[in-house]
């Protein structure tokens, strides 16, 4: 049962244990890759970066970018990039997160705020790291 796994590999990374939550994300992706609007792909990206796979996180937001280019997509692609200090290619998701945004009819924009002001934090912050 998708809920079930999504559930269950949520509670794992919250006791700590990411390494364990991989797994079940997987299945969740594997059985039904939009699950919740793509959730289960943010947990797997946080699971493998916590659990030491940066690089498996990275092809892991490549792949998610290369299946919906959402401008929220984008944005998680890029605090990814710069936490791993590729700075440049997480500017130019950032350009590209910006430019799906302007894709967005308005009446659907007020939705995507929440990303757009994690966007222009990472910009300013795209130095530190």
Known sequence: EKDALFGLALCRLELGDPEAAVAPLEQVINRARRYRDYAAWEALAEALWRSGQQEECLA????LVATSPRGEH????????????????????????????????????????????NARSLMRGRGSG
């Open 74 to 117: 984008q944005l998680m692609r890029a605090h990814y990039l710069q936490q791993a200090g590729h700075h440049a290619d997480a500017q130019l998701a950032l350009a590209r997160a910006k430019e799906a945004d302007a894709q967005i009819p308005d009446h659907l924009r007020r939705g995507h705020r929440p990303w757009v002001v």
């Open 60 to 63: 892991l937001c490549d792949k």
